[in-house]
């Protein structure tokens, strides 16, 4: 992974000294809350309803675990003892003091990691798929072109205070599996027909009080022109994009309303008029440089026949590992090695329910003892709100998943109903319109079976507390948005969205339903698609295209009567 040099170490410890001095004088009444408001946004910190939020920067999710011990470390001694992984892959906190960010702050920077640029708007932290450079489909590895983005992005002066925030995606597969289609940039690494390294650049994504899918507007951006045509792009944003409504200001209203030719060919102009083959024109010196930091790990050359001889002995042997392994572990491109998915979605655990991608400090320092031993001392997180060990052999598989099952980090749930994404709703941000946690315990308590769960196969579920849709359920198979209604917590529910190749926006059922009717109106969804799902002698038809194949009529239908 990629380490600071002098320069990065010093241009981070400048900005944490500079923030103490700007919340001494704020806390002190020299520095007016207008005036103070901008200046935590740029260092992540948010006040939500009862306590600040510091959002942590987890760059690409890409995680070393020293880093996450300080993380533990930090949740103890000026938190609640825990932290919550977000969509974005980054880490939040919920109950810093104000007074203690800058010491947080100062603590993050001596293990290489920040709160710059998670909050205000400019370029978000770019994300990718959890199984970069480790997945047998892959074309390349996007990691190296989102560190490139991130050194190029980081400070860039003409950016720092764009109309909205704006985030990059980057996949080296066909397959998305991070939602490059929600973003106001998805980058899809692409070869031509002469074998050379390129994107698709899809511009205009976004999800929020108006939901769009982004724009194809170039279909082959040859790699050396990456930087260069993404500061063409945001320079025409920065040019057009509103600034008079706040609703109206991201991206993708600008591309919705002009259309994709018309903003490409804006986007060409600026290009080709004043940034092409310039200062920004990539090398392969740079991209040397890039991959340097994303080396292979030492990987061990196994006997194959072996490894997975005594690997089908132990899923023989223990059917709740045989779940773990099918649902939570992951091709990988090397022989002798899979990568593991640990769940965040732990339901209920002796009766109490833990909140999607909650982590406690006592998990954060064993799982990086983990991670030292059998995933090369790396970890990443996920835009499903998980955790992946992306390098774990075999022979490993059994022991770790007897660890992660003592630590409650092992259900063998992904992908299912209850591998949720939700986010904090009503209980901690002053946005929300609606609670959240209490919904999908409520979910959880409904559907505890998981010969069940694996029944219904694949459905995501996402969960959001307001339009914000930070849970993204615009794109979840089932997503569910609260909403007030006259001070009352109502659920509205959506069906058919995805955020993979075929993304698309789900559809709304119909009127809200009462908070405790939420669980029973899915299980009245879940009933007619297992009564009408199609099947064969080789496949069962998923529930997303089941509502792409009959609608949401047969589920209106039952629901509303």
């Known amino acids: 992974m990629y380490q600071y040099n002098y320069a990065d170490q010093t241009l981070v410890e400048e900005r944490v000294a500079q923030f103490r001095d700007q919340t001494e004088r704020f806390l002190a009444g020299e520095l007016p809350e207008e005036q103070y408001l901008p200046l935590r946004l740029q260092n992540g910190l948010y006040i939500q309803r009862f306590a600040p939020m510091l959002r942590i920067a987890i760059p690409y999710g890409l995680l070393a675990t020293y880093q996450l011990r300080k993380l533990a470390d930090i949740t103890r001694k000026y938190d609640k003892g825990y932290g919550h992984f977000t969509t974005r892959t980054n880490i939040q906190l919920n109950w810093p003091k104000l007074e203690e960010v800058p010491d947080i702050l100062a603590e993050l920077a001596s293990v290489q990691m920040h709160a710059i640029q998670t909050s205000g708007n400019c370029i978000r932290n770019t994300t990718t798929d959890p199984y970069a450079g480790i997945h047998k489909e892959e074309i390349a590895d996007p990691r190296p072109y989102c560190e490139i983005i991130r050194q190029w992005s980081t400070f860039h002066p003409e950016f720092a205070f764009l109309p909205r925030k704006f985030k990059?995606?980057?996949?080296?597969?066909?397959?998305?599996?991070?939602?490059?289609?929600?973003?106001?940039?998805?980058?899809?690494?692409?070869?031509?027909?002469?074998?050379?390294?390129?994107?698709?650049?899809?511009?205009?994504?976004?999800?929020?009080?108006?939901?769009?899918?982004?724009?194809?507007?170039?279909?082959?951006?040859?790699?050396?022109?990456?930087?260069?045509?993404?500061?063409?792009?945001?320079?025409?944003?920065?040019?057009?994009?509103?600034?008079?409504?706040?609703?109206?200001?991201?991206?993708?209203?600008?591309?919705?309303?002009?259309?994709?030719?018309?903003?490409?060919?804006?986007?060409?102009?600026?290009?080709?008029?004043?940034?092409?083959?310039?200062?920004?024109?990539?090398?392969?010196?740079?991209?040397?440089?890039?991959?340097?930091?994303?080396?292979?790990?030492?990987?061990?050359?196994?006997?194959?026949?072996?490894?997975?001889?005594?690997?089908?002995?132990?899923?023989?042997?223990?059917?709740?590992?045989?779940?773990?392994?099918?649902?939570?572990?992951v091709a990988h491109k090397v022989a002798g090695y899979r990568a593991v998915v640990i769940s965040l979605k732990a339901g209920l655990v002796d009766g109490t329910y833990v909140p999607s991608g909650d982590v406690d400090s006592d998990q954060m320092n064993a799982l990086a003892d983990l991670a030292d031993k059998y995933s090369f001392g790396e970890l990443r997180s996920t835009y499903e709100q998980n955790l992946v060990f992306s390098d774990v052999q075999i022979d490993d598989l059994y022991e770790l998943w007897e660890q992660l099952t003592e630590l409650h980090l092992a259900r063998a749930n992904i992908n299912t109903l209850t591998d949720m994404i939700v986010c904090p709703g009503w209980d901690y941000c002053s946005l929300a319109n609606a609670t959240t946690h209490n919904i999908a315990e409520q979910i959880e308590k409904q559907f505890d079976d998981l010969d069940y769960l694996y029944d219904l196969g694949d459905i995501r579920l996402n969960m959001s507390g307001c339009m914000n849709a930070c849970a993204h359920h615009h794109t979840g198979d089932i997503g569910i948005l609260g909403v007030d209604k006259k001070g009352e917590h109502w659920y509205q529910i959506s069906l058919g969205g995805n955020s993979k190749n075929d993304a698309k926006i789900g559809k709304i059922l119909g009127k809200a339903v009462p908070a405790d009717e939420v669980a029973s109106t899915l299980q009245t969804i879940l009933d007619v698609y297992l009564a009408q799902r199609g099947s064969n002698d080789n496949d069962v038809e998923g529930f997303g295209d089941m509502v792409n194949r009959v609608g949401i009529a047969p589920f209106k239908e039952k629901v509303y009567g």
């Open 168 to 329: 990059i995606a980057v996949i080296g597969t066909e397959n998305d599996r991070a939602a490059t289609q929600v973003h106001d940039v998805g980058l899809h690494l692409k070869t031509n027909e002469a074998g050379e390294l390129g994107f698709e650049v899809i511009v205009g994504g976004g999800l929020g009080r108006t939901p769009v899918i982004g724009k194809v507007i170039n279909k082959f951006l040859p790699r050396e022109h990456l930087l260069s045509y993404l500061d063409a792009i945001l320079r025409v944003y920065n040019l057009h994009g509103r600034r008079d409504n706040k609703y109206k200001a991201r991206i993708k209203i600008l591309v919705d309303s002009m259309g994709g030719p018309a903003f490409a060919k804006l986007v060409n102009a600026e290009w080709e008029a004043h940034i092409k083959d310039g200062p920004l024109t990539l090398t392969d010196a740079n991209f040397d440089k890039a991959s340097s930091f994303f080396t292979e790990p030492d990987y061990t050359k196994f006997d194959a026949l072996q490894v997975q001889d005594e690997l089908q002995k132990q899923l023989d042997a223990d059917q709740k590992f045989a779940n773990w392994y099918n649902q939570n572990t």
